[in-house]
């Protein structure tokens, strides 16, 4: 984020500074824009991902693996997804935008309840616990923070997350 500026962002497009303002307020927007392509793209990498999978722990898990993927091969767009805007403050988003997260998570939460018998609030729940734990692994491996301490591939720890978090769901009997 420290690296992107108009000018920088027109240098790289071939145009004036001055063009970018004219398309976008200001840059908060043009980082809104770049998210918005960000999550769309990470929705359809996990979909294409997931999408002919048979319905069991295995698709949970490849969609569990798609989303620290996705973070490792586009790891500045994923980054900035969840940096703070440029100017500091924090805007409602847009309608659209919020509609691409939410069928990001209906994604998941659709995801669970093909693949484990458990109801619709339980999947809600559960997606974004999940999230958060993808998301942590992602962040830590990312910054290498895992690697000092001794962890191992990142799909390692999504398969004992995963089968820890299995094992407690067939243990109460969903």
């Not at 294409?48 to 490792?72: E, I, M, R, S, W």
């Not at 109801?119 to 974004?128: F, P």
């Not at 398969?159 to 243990?171: T, V």
Request: charged share 20%; with cysteine; proline share 4%.
């Amino acid at each position: 984020m420290d690296g992107l500026t108009a000018r920088a962002l027109a240098d790289d497009i071939g145009y004036t500074p001055g063009t970018i303002y004219n398309i976008y307020k200001n840059m908060d927007a043009v980082v809104l824009d770049i998210n918005f392509a960000t999550i769309g793209s990470l929705f359809d990498y996990c979909d294409t991902q997931t999408a002919n999978l048979p319905a069991d722990t295995g698709k949970v898990k490849a969609l569990a693996y798609a989303y620290v993927d996705f973070a490792h091969q586009y790891t500045r767009a994923w980054e900035t997804v969840f940096a703070v805007p440029a100017s500091g403050t924090h805007h409602p988003l847009p309608e659209a935008y919020e509609a691409r997260l939410g069928a990001l998570f209906t994604l998941i939460e659709t995801t669970l309840m093909e693949c484990l018998p458990i109801s619709m609030r339980t999947a809600r729940s559960s997606a974004r616990l999940l999230w958060a734990c993808l998301h942590g692994i992602t962040v830590l491996t990312l910054d290498g923070r895992l690697k000092r301490l001794g962890a191992d591939h990142p799909h390692k720890m999504i398969d004992e997350l995963l089968h820890n978090y299995l094992s407690g769901f067939e243990e109460s009997g969903g």
